[in-house]
């Protein structure tokens, strides 16, 4: 069976740092996203990773300030959250998958943040700025 653990969540000060991290098994998947959601909001894509292509995409309230990247020795992605804010609160999930909306054109066009995309899911890991 595909499992997605999500490690790495906890409390921060703004301004601070936090990396998540998400192990996969039962398959190495190319693809990888970041989920995050706030209470009484919907669930918004952070970010994701092309590792066939090396393309990663941001949602503009992370851009500058979050990193994606994979250690595939290791089949892990992290999301390194820097310059932490408020808003930044919230539960984060990790999602894997093989769809075409993960990856190429359609994830240029913003596929990858949308739930749809991406067909397994961690049980996410709570990240609380303060």
């Known amino acids: 069976d595909v499992q997605l653990v999500e490690s790495g969540g906890g409390s921060a000060l703004a301004g601070g740092s936090v990396r998540l991290s998400c192990t996969a098994s039962g398959y190495t998947f190319n693809t990888y996203s970041w989920f995050r959601q706030a209470p009484g909001k919907e669930r918004e894509g952070v970010a994701a990773i092309d590792t066939g292509d090396g393309s990663t995409y941001y949602a503009d309230s992370v851009k500058g300030r979050f990193t994606i990247y994979r250690d595939s020795a290791k089949n892990t992605v992290y999301l390194q959250m820097n310059s932490l804010k408020l808003e930044d609160t919230g539960m984060y999930y990790c999602?894997?998958?093989?769809?075409?909306?993960?990856?190429?054109?359609?994830?240029?066009?913003?596929?990858?943040?949308?739930?749809?995309?991406?067909?397994?899911w961690g049980q996410g890991t709570q990240v609380t700025v303060s």
């Open positions: 999602a894997a998958g093989t769809t075409s909306f993960c990856r190429g054109s359609y994830a240029r066009g913003g596929s990858w943040a949308r739930e749809y995309a991406w067909s397994y």
